[in-house]
C-alpha cells in the first residue's frame, strides 16, 4: 500500500468509532450480533468434533520465530504441519509470515495461525514511549497512534498486538514504567481503552486493524522494591481500586486478550491463579477472549515453588485458566499425559482450545488465512520504505509528549540563531531515541536530537557537537546492558578528555543543551535500577558545564522518573523528552525553538530521591500528615531530606501562562443518580498560543475506610490563543465518587465531596458539594 493510501486509510479508520465488542452474549446484543455468534460457535463446535486431543494441545503453543532465525530450523515447520503450533509471534514481514502459514495450511485440518508481535509504541514508525505517551493527556493522539501501529502492523500481515501495557507502577526504579503510562489509575485506563479500541476499529479483522491483547494481569507493576519479576503483595482493596481497573477498561474496550503477569500475587503465581484468571476475569467480568501465558511463566512456577515439576506446573496453568503457553514445550509435553491420568479434565483443554479458535474466527482467518498478508505481489519490495512511514503523526504526537519541567529567565525557546553546544552522550543516539520495544523500528530512520536540531536551524545557527561523557562509565553495568543488545556504546577516551571537549564547545557557545539521561536499555524489562539519579559520568560533565557559567539546558531522555535534584536547582531550563520516538528530534527541536509550545504533563511523580519512593499524589492522609507549611516533628515525613515530590503528577510549564478561576459547581449536592457540573475559566494570560491539561480531582473526607487526599476523575487538554479565556465544564456523577470499601463492595457513600481543579495535582482550587 503506498502512504497516500495508507493516509487515506488512516483517516477512513479514524473518522470510525470503534466499537469491536467483545465476544459476550449479553443481552444488550443485536440479533445480528447474535446470529454472529452463534455462527462462530457453531463453526468451532463442529472443528472441535473433528481435532485430535494433540491437534487442541497444539492449538495451546505459541513459538516465536524471531526475524532472521531460520524458519526450517529443526522440526519448527514439521511442528506447524502436523498442527502442533496454534500461532507465532515475532516474524514481522508479509513474506516471512506466509510461509509459515503455507505450512499450517498443510496441516490435517488446515487451522491458520495467527500471527502476533511486540507492538508497543509503534511498529515501523514508532511513536513515544508508554510515559511519553500519557504525557500528552490527549487521548485522541493517542488514539492515532494506536491506528497508525494498527495499519503497519497488519500490513505487515500481523494479527495481534501484546498492548496495551497498563501496569500501574508508583515505583520508579522499575524498568517497565516506561511501557505504562504512569501511576495513576484513571489515565492509564483511560488510554488503555483507547488504545484498544484504536487497534481493533470496528472488526479487528479488517485491513488495518489488529487485536489487542491487555498486560500483565495483574499487578505486575507492583512488584517488591521495583525489581522486575518480583513478588506482589497486595491488599484486596488496593487491588480493586487501584490496580485492577485499567486491564478492566481495556476489556470493556474489548481487548480479546489477556496476557498473564509473571509475577505471584499475594502468594499465587498469577499463571496459576484460577480465583485472578477465573473468578475475577471470566466469572465477574464476563471475559470471554484468550488469556496468554507471559514468556516461559507456566515452567517458572516451579521456581515460584508452587510445582513440583513441568507437569505439575501445566496442570497448574490449564486448570487455572491460561489458554496459551508462549515460548515453550510445556503443554504440548505434559497435557497429554495429564488427561490420560486424570489430572486435568478434557473441559480444560477443550474450554483452552476453544479460546484459541474464537479469536481465529474472530479474525477472519478461517474465512481468509491471507487476510492481513495479502497476495505476493502486494507484498512491500522494501519493508523498511520510507513511504511506509507516517512521520506526520510521529512528529506531532511526540511534540505533544515533551514536558517542560524549569524554564528559568524565559531561556527556552531558543533563538534559531548564534552558537549552540549540543553536548552529552545521547546527543546524537538514534538507537535511544526509539526506546524499548521498538517493534520495527529502524535506527537509521529514527532523527536525532542533534539531527533534529540541525533539521531545524539550517544555515543560521553553528551547532556545536561534542560527546562529553559515557552514559554510565562502570564496565560492569555496560557489559549486563549490552548483553542482548548492543545498548551502550562506549567511547573509550578518558572521562576527563570527553568532559574538557565539551567544556571547549560550551566555552564558544551562547547557550548549552545537555542531552543526558538513560540509555533506552536502562529502563526497559529485566531494568530495575537501585537509584535513579542521572550516572555519574554524565552528572560530571553537567557540573563541569554548569562552571562554564554559559546558559545550561538541559534537554532529558530517560524512561523512569529521575531524581534530579541537582539538575533542578542548577539548570537554567529542564525539558523531559523521554524515549520520543521516530521522529523525536525533529519534535525536540520544535519545542526547544519555539515552533510548538510545550504542553505535556507529567504521569508520575518525579521524587527527589530514590529513599521517597513509594511516592504517588493519590496517597492516603494518615494520622498524622506531614504539613509542608506547619512542618511538625510527629507527622509522617522524613527529617533528613525535603518532604513531598520535586515535581508533582500532572505538572508540566509552558512558554505561555495561565489562569485558573475558582471552581463553581451547579449545585451544591448531587442527588443519588444525578450530576453535579463542575466549571472553571480558563485564561492564556502569556502572550504565546498555548495548550494546557486542566486536570479535576475528588477527596472523599469523611467515608467509612481512609480514601485518597485526591483521585484524577476528569481532565480536558485545552488549546487557547494568547488571551483567551475558555469556560471548562466537567459534568460528576456518582461513579466518580464511588470506591471499593472494607468488604469489597463498590459503591458511592453520602456526605461531602472536595472538587479539586488545577493545571497540576498540587497547585489546585477546591470546591465542595454533598452526595445525598
Ligand atoms: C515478555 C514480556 O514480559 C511481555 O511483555 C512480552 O509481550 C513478551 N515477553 C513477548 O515478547
Avoid: C
Amino acid at each position: 500500500m503506498n502512504k497516500l493510501r495508507l493516509t487515506l486509510s488512516l483517516l477512513i479508520a479514524l473518522a470510525a468509532v470503534p466499537a469491536f465488542a467483545q465476544t459476550s452474549h449479553t443481552p444488550g446484543n443485536p440479533p445480528s450480533m447474535m446470529r454472529e455468534h452463534a455462527a462462530r460457535e457453531a463453526y468451532i463446535d463442529d472443528l472441535m468434533r473433528r481435532m485430535t486431543v494433540d491437534e487442541k494441545i497444539g492449538q495451546l503453543r505459541l513459538v516465536s520465530l524471531p526475524a532472521g532465525a531460520n524458519p526450517d530450523r529443526a522440526g519448527f515447520m514439521a511442528d506447524i504441519r502436523e498442527g502442533k503450533v496454534g500461532a507465532v509471534f515475532n516474524t514481522v514481514t508479509p513474506k516471512d509470515i506466509r510461509v509459515l502459514q503455507q505450512a499450517a495450511l498443510q496441516s490435517r485440518l488446515k487451522i491458520p495461525l495467527f500471527f502476533a508481535y511486540d507492538v508497543i509504541h509503534g511498529q515501523r514508525t514508532i511513536f513515544p514511549i508508554g510515559l511519553g505517551l500519557a504525557s500528552t493527556w490527549n487521548l485522541d493522539a493517542i488514539r492515532q497512534t494506536g491506528r497508525v501501529s494498527a495499519l503497519e502492523a497488519s500490513a505487515d500481515g500481523l494479527d495481534l498486538t501484546w498492548s496495551p501495557m497498563v501496569d500501574i507502577s508508583r515505583d520508579p526504579r522499575w524498568g517497565r514504567n516506561s511501557e505504562g503510562f504512569g501511576e495513576d489509575t484513571y489515565l492509564t485506563s483511560q488510554i488503555g481503552a483507547e488504545l484498544v479500541k484504536a487497534y481493533q476499529g470496528d472488526d479487528p479483522a479488517a485491513p488495518g486493524s489488529i487485536m489487542a491483547v491487555v498486560k500483565h494481569f495483574a499487578a505486575y507493576g507492583a512488584v517488591e522494591g521495583g525489581r522486575d519479576y518480583n513478588t506482589v503483595d497486595m491488599s484486596p482493596l488496593r487491588l480493586f481500586q487501584d490496580y485492577l481497573p485499567p486491564y478492566k477498561a481495556a476489556l470493556d474496550a474489548g481487548a480479546a486478550g489477556v496476557m498473564i503477569a509473571l509475577n505471584s500475587l499475594n502468594g499465587v503465581p498469577a499463571t496459576g491463579d484460577k480465583w485472578l484468571l477465573q473468578d475475577v476475569l471470566r466469572k465477574q467480568w464476563g471475559f470471554k477472549g484468550i488469556t496468554i501465558s507471559d514468556h516461559g511463566a507456566i515452567l517458572e512456577m516451579i521456581k515460584h515453588g508452587v510445582a513440583a515439576d513441568g507437569r505439575d506446573a501445566a496442570r497448574l496453568a490449564i486448570t487455572a485458566g491460561a489458554d496459551m503457553s508462549m515460548s515453550d514445550t510445556i503443554y504440548g509435553e505434559n497435557l497429554k499425559p495429564l488427561l490420560d491420568s486424570g489430572r486435568i479434565g478434557m473441559a480444560d483443554l477443550d474450554r483452552a482450545t476453544r479460546d484459541v479458535l474464537r479469536v481465529k474466527y474472530d479474525l477472519g482467518l478461517f474465512r481468509d488465512p491471507y487476510r492481513h498478508i495479502g497476495p505476493p505481489q502486494n507484498d512491500p519490495p522494501d519493508v523498511n520504505a520510507e513511504s511506509r512511514l507516517h512521520r506526520g503523526a510521529a512528529r506531532e504526537v511526540a511534540r505533544e509528549s515533551l514536558v517542560l519541567l524549569k524554564n528559568q529567565g524565559g531561556v527556552l525557546p531558543l533563538r534559531k540563531q548564534g552558537t549552540i553546544a549540543v553536548v552529552g552522550p545521547l546527543a546524537k543516539s538514534q538507537r535511544d531515541m526509539m526506546g524499548n520495544w521498538s517493534a520495527a523500528g529502524r535506527t537509521e530512520q529514527t532523527v536525532s536530537v542533534y539531527q533534529g536540531l540541525a533539521n531545524a536551524v539550517g544555515e543560521r545557527a553553528r551547532l556545536l557537537y561534542a560527546k562529553g561523557a559515557n552514559v554510565i562509565d562502570d564496565p560492569e553495568i555496560v557489559k549486563y546492558l549490552n548483553l542482548y543488545e548492543q545498548d551502550v556504546d562506549v567511547d573509550p577516551r578518558p572521562p576527563a578528555q570527553l568532559i574538557d571537549e565539551a567544556v571547549a564547545a560550551a566555552r564558544q557557545a551562547d547557550v548549552v543543551l545537555a542531552v543526558v539521561g538513560e540509555s533506552q536499555g536502562m529502563a526497559h524489562e529485566a531494568s530495575s535500577r537501585s537509584d535513579i539519579v542521572i550516572p555519574d559520568s554524565q552528572v560530571r560533565l553537567l557540573k563541569a558545564l554548569k562552571a562554564t557559567g554559559k546558559p545550561l539546558v538541559i534537554v532529558l531522555m530517560n524512561g523512569r522518573p529521575l531524581a534530579l535534584t541537582w539538575e533542578n536547582d542548577n539548570a537554567d531550563a529542564i525539558l523531559e523528552t523521554w524515549f520520543a520516538g521516530t521522529e523525536g528530534g525533529n519534535a525536540i527541536a520544535d519545542v526547544l525553538f519555539g515552533d510548538y509550545n510545550p504542553s505535556g504533563k507529567l504521569p508520575m511523580t518525579f521524587p527527589r530521591s530514590v529513599g521517597q519512593i513509594p511516592i504517588y499524589y493519590n496517597h492516603l492522609n494518615t494520622g498524622r500528615p506531614f504539613d509542608p507549611l506547619h512542618p511538625d516533628k510527629y507527622t509522617s515525613r522524613y527529617f533528613d531530606a525535603t518532604n513531598g515530590p520535586l515535581y508533582p503528577f500532572g505538572y508540566g510549564l509552558s512558554y505561555t501562562t495561565f489562569r485558573l478561576s475558582d471552581v463553581a459547581l451547579s449545585d451544591p449536592s448531587m442527588p443519588r443518580g444525578g450530576t453535579v457540573q463542575a466549571s472553571v475559566t480558563i485564561t492564556n494570560t502569556g502572550n504565546r498560543d498555548g495548550a494546557t491539561v486542566v486536570q479535576l480531582y475528588i477527596q472523599d473526607p469523611v467515608a467509612s475506610i481512609s480514601r485518597p487526599v485526591k483521585e484524577l476523575k476528569h481532565f480536558q487538554k485545552v488549546m487557547l490563543k494568547a488571551g483567551e479565556s475558555r469556560k471548562v465544564t466537567f459534568v460528576l456523577d456518582e461513579d466518580d465518587l464511588a470506591f471499593y470499601n472494607a468488604q469489597l463492595h463498590y459503591g458511592a457513600e453520602p456526605g461531602l465531596f472536595n472538587v479539586y481543579v488545577g493545571l497540576d495535582s498540587q497547585d489546585v482550587k477546591q470546591a465542595s458539594f454533598t452526595l445525598k
